[in-house]
Nanobody, 127 residues
Framework: QLQLVDSGGGLVQAGGSLRLSCVASGRTFSTYAMGWFRQAPGKEREFVAVVSWSGDNTNYADSVKGRFTISRDNAKNTVYLQMNALKPEDTAVYYC????????????????????WGQGTQVTVSS
């Protein structure tokens, strides 16, 4: 089992920044690709960003490219999502997730492939 704890959400004005963190415990963190997803009220959960086990490969949703940056520190068992130039449409509950992988460069945008999920952290962007 892998436990994930999300944090760092909050209320911010449009144009502002937040950094989300997700700390993992329970198993070897470095064998997982790590992703961030979000779910706004009345909408389905959607992919935001993912980083490979090695940290060398990333992928982003078009809506956040150029504004968000995902990174990981395997020594600290932590994945980060730096969010800049936030917009009201970024308002959602953000979830980190872990995907068991065999290749160090593998990344997926499909939530069904992820094996463990954090509890979520609320991000609210005011206009």
């Amino acid at each position: 089992q892998l436990q994930l704890v999300d944090s760092g959400g909050g209320l911010v004005q449009a144009g502002g920044s937040l950094r989300l963190s997700c700390v993992a415990s329970g198993r070897t963190f470095s064998t997982y690709a790590m992703g961030w997803f979000r779910q706004a009220p009345g909408k389905e959960r959607e992919f935001v960003a993912v980083v490979s086990w090695s940290g060398d490969n990333t992928n982003y949703a078009d809506s956040v490219k150029g504004r968000f940056t995902i990174s990981r520190d395997n020594a600290k068992n932590t994945v980060y999502l730096q969010m800049n130039a936030l917009k009201p449409e970024d308002t959602a509950v953000y979830y980190c997730a872990a995907n068991i992988v065999l290749r160090s460069d593998y990344v997926s945008v499909r939530s069904a492939e992820y094996d463990y999920w954090g509890q979520g952290t609320q991000v609210t962007v005011s206009s």
